[in-house]
């Protein structure tokens, strides 16, 4: 218990951006969600253009909670959008990519496969931004406040 306490202590600041990009994540599906709703069932847009669009706000809020909270550089310009935007699809291209090869190669059942590739997707979203999109000087330490 001390060994895991210790290790705790020693990575609590990166334990808190994880827990902080996972809270968004649920933000970001909550609001492609809501949007998505309202532009296809209320408003009647044609479901592509919804989702393109849906997902795209969501990606926005996704950058800037992310620079602003998860990785707190509150200060900047938006430079660091376009690599946001490209690993956003990457990461979409991952997820169609892996449910491809577990559904219909391997004949997983969907939701399972889901999980596993957001699992997967997560772990390569958080690592690209935290150490390559939002790197700052001591992204290797843990004494950020």
């Known amino acids: 218990m001390k060994k895991i306490n210790f290790l705790i202590n020693k990575h609590k600041h990166e334990?808190?951006?994880?827990?902080?990009?996972?809270i968004v994540g649920f933000a970001n599906t909550a609001i492609f969600s809501l949007l998505f709703y309202v532009l296809f069932n209320l408003l009647e847009i044609?479901?592509?253009?919804a989702t393109t669009?849906?997902?795209?706000?969501?990606?926005?809020?996704?950058?800037?909670l992310n620079r602003n909270w998860t990785f707190n550089q509150k200060s900047g310009n938006l430079s660091k959008l376009p690599k946001f935007i490209l690993l956003?699809?990457?990461?979409?291209?991952?997820?169609?990519l892996s449910m491809f090869i577990l559904?219909?190669?391997f004949h997983f059942l969907v939701w399972p496969s889901q999980v596993l590739t957001i699992c997967l997707?997560?772990?390569?979203?958080?690592?690209?931004?935290r150490f390559y999109i939002f790197?700052?000087?001591h992204s290797m330490g843990y004494y950020e406040k």
């Open 88 to 96: 956003n699809i990457f990461s979409v291209s991952v997820n169609s």
């Open 135 to 137: 790197k700052t000087n």
């Open 121 to 129: 997707t997560l772990i390569i979203n958080y690592t690209v931004n």
């Open 15 to 22: 334990i808190l951006k994880i827990f902080r990009f996972c």
């Open 53 to 64: 669009l849906s997902y795209f706000i969501a990606t926005l809020n996704s950058f800037f």
């Open 46 to 49: 044609n479901y592509l253009i």
């Open 103 to 105: 559904v219909d190669l």
